[in-house]
Structures are given as structure tokens and as C-alpha cells.
């Protein structure tokens, strides 16, 4: 760690600062900005953001002085009318009591139960699919998402819906990254087309919560779902959540439950297809604990090897590619003082690449996760969850997921990528594929799942 207190500064345009740069490619404008040292300030129009890349000055962040930051106003302004105040945008006492409310939805216990449901939505989007046939993978694994975020979280199936839903987080998604992405937003109270817009599609997502809700609480059946544990939270004073905050919950887990796993999965084919002998490891691993029978829960501990191959992803193609956040006070990260009101980034796409912690960062290598190997990587070098008390809440839902599905897929079919297409990792709200995920699928030996 460099000993000194001054910060590096990328100026870019007087006026506008490096805006242009990070929207153009905000990937490789980050590994670029990786050059000048552990942290530097880059100048977003009038305002500084301090971008730091190591994990020490990580963990002064979300762990050490996680009390003295809070969530990115950028952040706040870009979802107030998407979601409200909930447990994504929110801080202080108020994050606190829906982490607590929410915590025991999410607990191992709780989402194990989920485990044949995942199983089953992998086992029937490959039922179409053939030898040979051009798979139009991100769609497919959005698909399975989106069902499988359906039926745990309200115990129903979107159907012939899925696609549009899906298609509408998606919309919301880009808006939002349009917004984060601006020096200055408009307010959203103004008629715009893009203001516009996002009412509509919220307006639309919301009544369908609220008609679950509806539904659930005239029935006041207990379905073993998120909902109903959403719906029966309570505080120690039994006061739980209103209507109101049980949506803006949802929205967030609806959106951020599929589309971050399902990108996770598409790159993950993406690698596998470019290294057949991962490939052939991962399968023998799978045909080894399955043979012919469909996996479950209690699967997971003897698929090391999967953990491995989604960890690797993760490192390489993290969903989340950065988070932000604000200084509430003057604080010191490492030998850096930050005044109240600084802004701070982190990136798990350059911590993932960075060949300090990682030899060969670019090659895909999922030995990396053994468990001796993993022991040797700082702990916040590797950050696709986020870390310290606002580590996100679904990430154990998220792993089991992405191994379930992974393992199911891999007992039937593998992939090759087509001679003439061509993409790469973009920017987005979540990191994707600039031109989709078509790969062909092959068919391994035809086998019945028991």
C-alpha cells in the first residue's frame, strides 16, 4: 500500500470532466483509471468520485467504517420513483429494520426449500431444445429466472407473461442506468417520454404485486413463499410492513433476483464453451453425483467443482460491476482522509482482474476457488456480493440457484460458441453481453432424469 496522503486526479474536460469516457465504456475506463494507484479521483463534471481498487481500503469502507457511509445519493435520486425507500436505497434505522424484517426470509433454512423448484424450471426450459440447435442463452436463463423468482416469491407462475415481465426490468433497468449516468437528472415529476415511461411500467409491475397481496391476504394462506414471510414480519413492538413497503421490497427482489442470476449463468456457458476442459471437469463432477437422477439440496455439498465454476464467473463477469457510496462524516480510509460528502466507488470487475490477487486474471480458471487456493485471496479482493452488513441479502438464494440450474444443464447439454459471432461485457445497470448469448447446444448421452 502506497504511504502518502495525496490523491491522483483524472481532470477530463474542464466542464464535463471524464462523463463522456465512463459512459462510452465505463469497463475499460476503470481498468484505465487502475493505473494511477489504489485510489484516485475522477472528476464527474462538479463533482469527485474517489475510485478505489484495493481490497484493504474495500474493507476500511464496507466493514471498518461502514457506519460513516451511506448508499450513493446518485443512487437514491435514480430509483426514488422505481422502488421508493426500501432496503437497496435506504439507511440508517430504517435499513436496519427491514434487514431485520427481511433477514429470516432468506436464511438457509428458508430458501432450501426452494431448491426443487429451481430444479424444475432448468428441467423444463432444456425439454424444447436440440442437438445442434442455436440456443439463444441469455433469454433462456432469463426465462428460468424469472420463473423460478415468480413461484418462490408468490407462489404462482407468470406463464405466458414471463417474457414481458422480464422484459419490462429490463426497460426499467436501462432507464435507471441512464439516469445514474448523468451529471445532473430531470426531476421526475416532469411529463418526459422517459418519465413517462417509467411510470407506466412501474404503475404495471406494482398492480400485479398488489393483486398478489390482495389475493393473499383475503385467503390468508401461508404458502411457504417470500410473500408470506414478508406479509407475517414483524418487529418486536408487532408492527410489520405496509402494502406499500412490501412492494418496493419486491420490486427490487423481482428485478435484482432474476436478472443478475441469469447473467451470472450466461456467462458462465460463455467461459464453459471457451474451456472445454472445464467443461469436461465440471460434467464428470455432475455425472458422478447424479448419474441419471435430478438434482437436489442435498446435492450441493459433493458439487464442489460447481461452486468453483460460478465463483469464477463471478470474478470475472461480476453482474454487479461497481457500487458507490457517500461519506456521512470526514473519514479516513487507509492513509487517505475523504471529507464529509466524498463520494467512493468500488468495482468488483477491476478488483476481480487485478493480477495482484489473481495470476493470469484473464484466463478462466475456476481451480483458483479450491478451498487452499481461495484461502490465499484477500477477502475483499473478491466482492460480486458486496461485503460487510449490507452484503447482499440474497446471495445464498443466488448460489444455490446458479449451481442447481448449472448442474441440471450441464447433465444434458453443452455449448460451443458459433464461428461468426462475436460479444463482449458491457456496461449496463448489471453487467451483459453487448450482443446476446447465442451458442449451439449439443446433447450429451440421452438419459431419463429420475
Not at 70 to 85: A, Q, T, Y
Not at 132 to 161: L, Q, R, S, Y
Not at 304 to 329: D, H, Q
Request: some cysteine.
Amino acid at each position: 500500500m502506497p504511504q502518502q496522503n495525496e490523491i491522483p486526479t483524472i481532470r477530463g474536460h474542464w466542464l464535463t470532466g471524464v462523463i463522456k469516457e465512463f459512459n462510452a465504456d465505463s469497463l475499460r475506463f476503470l481498468e484505465k483509471a487502475t493505473t494511477y494507484g489504489d485510489i484516485v479521483k475522477l472528476k464527474f463534471g462538479p463533482f469527485n468520485v474517489h475510485f478505489i481498487n484495493h481490497p484493504d481500503l474495500v474493507h476500511d469502507v464496507l466493514v471498518s467504517n461502514a457506519s460513516r457511509f451511506h448508499k450513493s445519493f446518485v443512487v437514491k435520486r435514480s430509483f426514488k420513483d422505481v422502488s421508493g425507500e426500501n432496503l437497496f436505497t435506504s439507511d440508517s434505522e430504517f435499513w436496519k429494520r427491514q434487514r431485520k424484517l427481511m433477514q429470516p426470509a432468506f436464511h438457509a433454512k428458508s430458501i432450501g426449500a426452494y431448491a426443487d423448484t429451481m430444479v424444475d424450471y432448468a428441467l423444463a426450459e432444456i425439454e424444447n431444445w436440440s442437438d445442434n440447435a442455436e440456443v439463444d442463452v441469455d433469454a433462456a436463463m432469463t426465462t428460468v429466472t424469472m420463473n423460478i423468482i415468480t413461484k418462490t416469491m408468490f407462489d404462482t407462475e407468470v406463464g405466458d407473461e414471463t417474457r414481458a415481465v422480464g422484459e419490462s426490468f429490463t426497460r426499467l433497468l436501462q432507464i435507471v442506468n441512464n439516469r445514474v449516468g448523468r451529471i445532473f437528472d430531470f426531476p421526475h415529476w416532469l411529463p418526459t417520454s422517459e418519465n413517462r415511461e417509467i411510470h407506466r411500467l412501474v404503475d404495471k409491475l406494482k398492480a400485479m404485486i398488489q393483486g398478489f397481496i390482495d389475493e393473499r391476504r383475503a385467503s390468508r394462506d401461508d404458502k411457504g413463499d417470500l410473500l408470506a414471510m414478508l406479509l407475517m414480519a414483524q418487529d418486536g413492538d408487532g408492527s410489520g410492513m405496509s402494502d406499500e413497503q412490501i412492494i418496493n421490497e419486491m420490486l427490487t427482489i423481482f428485478g435484482a433476483g432474476h436478472e443478475t442470476t441469469a447473467y451470472t449463468l450466461t456467462f458462465a456457458w460463455y467461459a464453459l464453451a471457451q474451456n472445454p476442459t472445464v467443461l469436461e471437469k465440471l460434467q464428470q463432477e455432475v455425472d458422478t453425483v447424479l448419474g441419471n437422477r435430478r438434482a437436489t439440496l442435498a446435492d450441493l455439498p459433493n458439487l464442489p467443482y460447481s461452486e468453483m465454476v460460478i465463483k469464477e464467473t463471478l470474478r470475472l463477469y461480476p453482474p454487479a460491476w461497481g457500487f458507490t457510496r457517500n461519506a456521512i462524516a470526514a473519514v479516513k480510509i487507509g492513509d487517505y482522509a475523504l471529507p464529509k460528502g466524498a463520494a467512493v466507488m468500488m468495482s468488483p470487475w477491476t478488483m476481480g482482474r487485478d493480477a495482484r490477487w489473481y495470476p493470469q486474471p484473464l484466463d478462466f480458471n475456476p481451480e483458483r476457488f479450491s478451498p487452499e487456493n481461495e484461502a490465499t485471496i484477500p477477502r475483499y479482493a473478491f466482492i460480486p456480493f458486496g461485503g460487510g452488513p449490507r452484503v447482499c441479502i440474497g446471495n445464498q438464494f443466488a448460489m444455490m440457484e446458479a449451481r442447481l440450474i448449472l448442474a441440471t444443464i450441464a447433465q444434458h447439454y453443452r455449448f460451443t460458441l458459433k464461428p461468426d459471432f462475436e460479444t463482449e461485457p458491457i456496461r449496463a445497470f448489471t453487467l451483459r453481453p453487448s450482443n446476446g448469448m447465442k451458442l449451439i447446444a449439443h446433447t450429451r448421452e440421452a438419459i431419463p432424469v429420475l
